[in-house]
């Protein structure tokens, strides 16, 4: 059978139960750091910046995947693979220092008023819910283009392009809308 047909190998059996595990258990740890009754002592308010990082790498992942989709449109399918390892690698550093400032910082609140209220609280929920289911198909996808199975990259790429779009994207825009509530 041609492995770039939709049908499972065991490889990707394999792999799906990896990236399972990791889908179901990043999102529960990054709950837990939210949740937490006390925060950890890092020893410094160096974790302060992290918010301002985090916009940074999340409008330039943003870039990467915009760039990547313009780039497979291209046939550039070298510039294309490095687009998207870029926005995947940005997306684990992100997902690295966002751990570490909820593990040590309080998150802070929205302190607008009326329909920018809304506006902010359908945002985050938003960002927040597709943040959560994001992780499944962005793992599928990278896997199956880092192993050319182009037809199931292209089938899960459908899916997984515009939530990660609208994640990195409604990060900024979240944060923008916060950072000027921003004690330090």
């Given amino acids: 059978m041609d492995s770039n047909k939709l049908a499972y190998s065991p490889n990707d059996k394999q792999m799906l139960r ?5 889908s179901i ?11 937490m009754p006390s925060k950890m002592d890092l020893g410094t308010d160096w974790v302060y910046f992290l918010p301002h990082l985090n916009a940074v790498i999340n409008t330039a992942a943003s870039i990467a995947l915009v760039l990547g989709v313009i780039f497979i449109k291209r046939g550039s399918i070298g510039y294309h693979r490095a687009a998207m390892t870029t926005a995947f690698g940005l997306g684990a550093v992100f997902l690295v220092s966002y751990v570490v400032y909820h593990a040590a910082a309080e998150s802070t609140s929205f302190g607008g008023e009326g329909w920018i209220r809304d506006v902010y609280y359908f945002l985050l929920i938003s960002h927040i819910v597709l943040a959560a289911v994001a992780l499944f198909p962005i793992l599928l996808a990278y896997y199956y283009g880092y192993t050319n199975r182009i037809e199931k990259h292209r089938a899960t790429v459908k899916y997984a392009f515009p939530i990660w779009l609208y994640v990195t994207v409604t990060g900024v825009i979240i944060y923008l809308m916060v950072s000027p509530y921003y004690q330090h």
Avoid: K, R
């Fill in 25 to 35: 258990l990043i999102p529960i740890v990054v709950a837990v750091l939210l949740f």
């Fill in 18 to 22: 990896w990236i399972s595990v990791i």
